[in-house]
């Protein structure tokens, strides 16, 4: 069967390890398990664990301890997986059939619009876009896009690449689109958690509407990728359906991920966690910003509200995967194209992990725009 390739991930995959700088990623620097564990008794109980197959849905302890993150939810609308890509991945296989349509947001991660081109009929998008110093959802775009053959409505929220928080007014009107059209909601929450210039965790959309499914993980507001620990949190009619599809992905997550998540989710350690990245992205993000500023002859942005990433449009005469391949070959740094996000001229930067490396990189990238100008 044919499937669209998934441009930015083969990118990374191919590229992040022989790079000098990967500035690609839209994490934090991640956490070690001596920092997750508090004590030597922790460590001494993961040490014991036998290495046997967990519950196929993960620990009970561990989904009370997810499904207390979500007002409203238990442990039975929680179905841990590998990854936030393999919930996104099994949920959007569980709901759409040939004949259906995906309602996908743009700018996005794009696994999404590629499923709903492999499980559907395809994908019709509807974007955010520039409004002063914010992003904004096309309401009108929105309303056009979902239609009678609109089996599911994709969000990304906080979204990847702009960082743009939800406003109360636009989660009511997504929610709003999708129960006109009797459509699944289905929110990618991931950055949920990395607030930047706030403390305050941005709201869930989990809740709002009973046909919402939220799929979220440990690997970028937690700084656990390596945990490879996602989840759905979705009504019981579609539990079942999930977990169907997961005997034929993954199975189970794996045992230690699993100890190790049920640790980070608990409420003192979640709350420590997210503190920990929020600090980071406070304290990181003015001098990515500064940098751009030097450039405001080339580079347009919004302060992202949430995530370890921030999307700048340029005014430069080359496409944005062309100038992303030229940084790559000679300077050895990676950038994401907005081409591989649904967008056009623009670069997605990553300033989640060691700021003085990441600096070191874009002067580099310096270089480029300086031959370009010339």
């Given amino acids: 069967m044919d499937i669209d ?23 934090v620097v991640p956490l070690a398990i001596a920092e997750l564990l508090d004590d030597d008794a922790g460590a001494d109980e993961l040490l014991a664990t ?37 919930a996104n991945h099994l949920t959007l296989w569980a709901l759409l059939e040939p004949g259906d349509r995906l309602a996908f947001m743009v700018p996005n991660y794009m696994q999404g619009w590629g ?43 906080p979204n990847n690449p702009t960082g743009h928080v939800m406003t109360e007014s636009e989660m009511s009107v997504v929610v709003d689109v999708a129960r006109r059209a009797n459509a699944w909601l289905v929110v990618d929450e991931v950055y949920r958690g990395a607030e930047v210039g706030s403390d305050e965790t941005s709201p869930s959309f989990w809740g709002h509407y009973d046909k919402t499914v939220v799929t979220a993980g440990l690997s970028k507001a937690f700084g656990l990728p390596g945990l490879r620990i996602g989840w759905t949190i979705s009504p019981p009619e579609l539990v079942r359906e999930i977990r169907l599809r997961h005997d034929y992905t993954t199975l189970t997550p794996g045992m230690v991920s699993d100890r190790l998540a049920a640790v980070a989710m608990e409420p003192d350690k979640r709350e420590w966690i997210l503190g920990r990245t929020r600090a980071i992205l406070s304290r990181q993000w003015p001098r990515l910003e500064g940098w751009l500023q030097t450039h405001g002859d080339v580079f347009r942005f919004v302060q992202p509200e949430a995530g370890a990433i921030v999307y700048a449009e340029y005014d430069l005469p080359i496409d944005s995967k062309a100038l992303v391949d030229r940084i790559r ?32 990189g874009l002067a580099r990238v310096d270089e480029v725009l300086a031959d370009i100008g010339a």
């Avoid at 390890?17 to 990967?22: G, L, S, T, Y």
């Avoid at 998008?125 to 599911?152: I, M, Q, Y």
């Avoid at 000679?330 to 990441?358: A, N, Q, W």
């Fill in 5 to 27: 390739l998934f441009e930015m991930e083969r990118m990374q995959s191919l590229h992040f390890h022989e790079v000098d700088f990967d500035l690609s990623e839209s994490g």
């Fill in 50 to 86: 036998k290495l046997a197959y967990p519950l196929s849905e993960g620990s009970a302890l561990t989904r009370e301890r997810i499904a207390a993150w979500y007002p409203g939810a238990t442990a039975d609308n929680v179905t841990v997986v590998n990854g936030g890509s393999e």
């Fill in 115 to 157: 499923l709903g081109r492999h499980y559907g009929d395809g994908s019709d998008v509807f974007h955010l876009t520039p409004s002063g110093d914010r992003w904004a959802l096309d309401l009108d775009e929105l309303n056009r896009c979902v239609t009678g053959n609109t089996k599911a409505v994709m969000v990304c929220n």
């Fill in 329 to 360: 070959e000679e300077k050895s740094v990676l950038l994401v194209p907005g081409d591989m996000l649904g967008l056009g001229r623009g670069l997605r930067f990553g300033y989640g992990y060691d700021i003085e490396r990441t600096l070191e």
